[in-house]
């Protein structure tokens, strides 16, 4: 199995945790424009790359069950 599934997996968990500080330096910047739901998702889709990276790794080491869960 080539490296590039893990690889583009550790690109998006680093564009994610980016997203995550974008809206840290929005809400210090113009706190009337971030409002809970933003806190929310970008959140959300850090924890869900950092899970779909931890799978990632799982299928490229060659464990079965994880393969499945990511499907």
Do not use: D
């Not at 500080?21 to 971030?34: I, K, M």
């Not at 889709?45 to 799982?58: E, P, Y």
């Amino acid at each position: 199995m080539t490296n590039a599934p893990l690889r583009l997996m550790r690109i998006f968990s680093v564009l994610s945790a980016a997203l995550v500080v974008a809206t840290a330096v929005l809400q210090f910047v113009s706190p009337s424009l971030v409002k809970p739901v933003v806190w929310i998702r970008a959140i959300g889709v850090l924890v869900l790359s950092l899970l779909a990276l931890c799978w990632t790794a799982r299928v490229h080491e060659g464990h079965r069950g994880a393969y499945r869960r990511l499907l």
